[in-house]
Antibody, heavy 123, light 108 residues
Framework: QVTLRESGPALVKPTQTLTLTCTFS??????????VTWIRQPPGKALEWLAL???????YYSPSLKTRLTISKDTSKNQVVLTMTNMDPVDTATYYC???????????????WGQGTLVTVSS | EIVLTQSPGTLSLSPGERATLSCRAS???????LAWYQQKPGQAPRLLIY???SRATGIPDRFSGGGSGTDFTLTISRLEPEDFAVYYC?????????FGQGTKVEIK
């Protein structure tokens, strides 16, 4: 059974760095083809893809946020970490992590999602 | 970067009616790389359709996807009460993923 769970601060101040952790089970990021991604959704707005990391430690970022994002993995802990620097109130959103299986018929789409974590940016 | 534009923004229909949602891309999308997700309030999105027309595991056959190139559609043949939700299209290309702005299907 595949599960993902996001964790991190619910509130950050402007200019601070946000660190979010995705802890997953039911698959391994050391398995060829496996990937974990981060997606966010401001309240009442659309989904926005942020970053993705694959089993081979290749990393992909949204061009508009690339300078502020870093994605990394700890395979032994089954975790993926996203950091976003210089947070602003417009970054207030629910942040989701999700899985992509490169050897599944559903590739390149996201077949399992976490419940999301709401991050509010406010002083 | 490919921009996806969904229409209409909101679709007001009654249970039992047919829903047709549109997703238009700013450039041609490889059909294999076009997906649809359903999101209900307070929930994470759920993969509905991948490869433009293939249903994900457990998705009822009243959901169908079609289209190619720059124009794609999601059709719900007969709306059930649990189908009232927001639907997003999503594409992949050049190591980037983008989503449309969503279509809300609401009860009339």
């Amino acid at each position: 059974q595949v599960t993902l769970r996001e964790s991190g601060p619910a509130l950050v101040k402007p200019t601070q760095t946000l660190t979010l952790t995705c802890t997953f089970s039911g698959f391994s990021l050391s398995t060829s083809g496996m990937c974990v991604t981060w997606i966010r959704q401001p309240p009442g707005k659309a989904l926005e893809w942020l970053a993705l990391i694959d089993w081979d430690d290749d990393k992909y970022y949204s061009p508009s946020l690339k300078t502020r994002l870093t994605i990394s993995k700890d395979t032994s802990k089954n975790q993926v970490v996203l950091t976003m620097t210089n947070m602003d109130p417009v970054d207030t959103a629910t942040y989701y992590c999700a899985r992509m299986d490169g050897y599944s018929s559903t590739w390149p789409n996201f077949d399992y999602w976490g419940q999301g974590t709401l991050v509010t940016v406010s002083s | 970067e490919i921009v996806l534009t969904q229409s209409p923004g909101t679709l007001s229909l009654s249970p039992g009616e047919r829903a047709t949602l549109s997703c238009r891309a700013s450039q041609s999308v490889i059909s294999s790389y076009l997906a649809w997700y359903q999101q209900k309030p307070g929930q994470a999105p759920r993969l509905l359709i991948y490869g433009a027309s293939s249903r994900a595991t457990g998705i009822p056959d009243r959901f169908s996807g079609g289209g190619s190139g720059t124009d794609f559609t999601l059709t719900i043949s007969r709306l059930e009460p649990e189908d009232f939700a927001v639907y997003y299209c999503q594409q992949y290309g050049s190591s980037l993923w983008t989503f449309g702005q969503g279509t809300k299907v609401e009860i009339k």
